[in-house]
T-cell receptor
Framework: EIVMTQSPATLSVSPGERATLSCRAS??????LAWYQQNPGQAPRLLID???TRATGIPARFSGSGSGTEFTLTINSLQSEDFAVYYC?????????FGQGTRLEIK | EVQLVESGGGLVQPGGSLRLSCADS????????MHWVRQAPGKGLVWVSR????????SYADSVRGRFTISRDNAKNTLYLQMNSLRAEDTAVYFC????WGWGVYWGQGTLVTVSS
């Protein structure tokens, strides 16, 4: 099973600033990586698939990069609605696996 | 627009069974892969199972293989998860998701399954 490790566990950033979230895979997942946002009590929301392709309706301030084992989600000009938990997920190998999440909080 | 609504969750004793349903009110259900993902209280996300568009291919996490069965009825636009031999560690919110073979584009709001005596 591929282990996905996200860092940091919690990230404190001020509104309007940039947030950079990292995700590392225990073995190569090529570009088969997705990012999700989850607010408390809600379902995950797809942000990025294919490591860098924004899902429909996702604002351009969200961007994904990386391939192989190292991935980054960057959120520019943080808005109040962006403070949530973010998960990466690999779909290169079954079972698909998620990282443990990064909580993005207001500084 | 795809709208997924889960149902069937509740309180069940260890060793018991439940069947979850996920109804899609859209018109494209039969073209999508469907997935079940769960989240234990206060924990992260875990992929449980997936099924292809015509139901001919399924996959299961090791933790549920042999106990859970995923299926779909494309005529009813509904996805199912039959859960048998339930354990305390199966307690979670269960989300259904639709979209691609590898990731969930559309998600339901989730249904809570509690396994406890």
């Amino acid at each position: 099973e591929i282990v996905m490790t996200q860092s940091p566990a919690t990230l404190s950033v001020s509104p309007g600033e940039r947030a950079t979230l990292s995700c590392r895979a225990s073995q190569s997942v090529s570009s088969n990586l997705a990012w999700y946002q989850q607010n408390p009590g809600q379902a995950p929301r797809l942000l990025i698939d294919g490591a860098s392709t924004r899902a429909t309706g996702i604002p351009a301030r969200f961007s994904g990069s990386g391939s192989g084992t190292e991935f980054t989600l960057t959120i520019n000009s943080l808005q109040s609605e962006d403070f949530a938990v973010y998960y990466c997920q690999q779909y290169n190998n079954w079972p698909f696996t998620f990282g443990q999440g990064t909580r993005l909080e207001i500084k | 627009e795809v709208q997924l609504v889960e149902s069937g969750g509740g309180l069940v004793q260890p060793g018991g069974s439940l069947r979850l349903s996920c109804a899609d009110s859209g018109f494209t259900f039969s073209t999508y892969w469907m997935h079940w993902v769960r989240q234990a209280p206060g924990k992260g996300l875990v992929w449980v199972s997936r099924i292809n568009s015509d139901g001919s291919s399924t996959s299961y996490a090791d933790s549920v293989r042999g106990r859970f069965t995923i299926s779909r009825d494309n005529a009813k636009n509904t996805l199912y998860l039959q859960m048998n031999s339930l354990r305390a560690e199966d307690t979670a919110v269960y989300f259904c998701a639709s979209g691609s073979w590898g990731w969930g584009v559309y998600w339901g709001q989730g249904t809570l399954v509690t396994v406890s005596s």
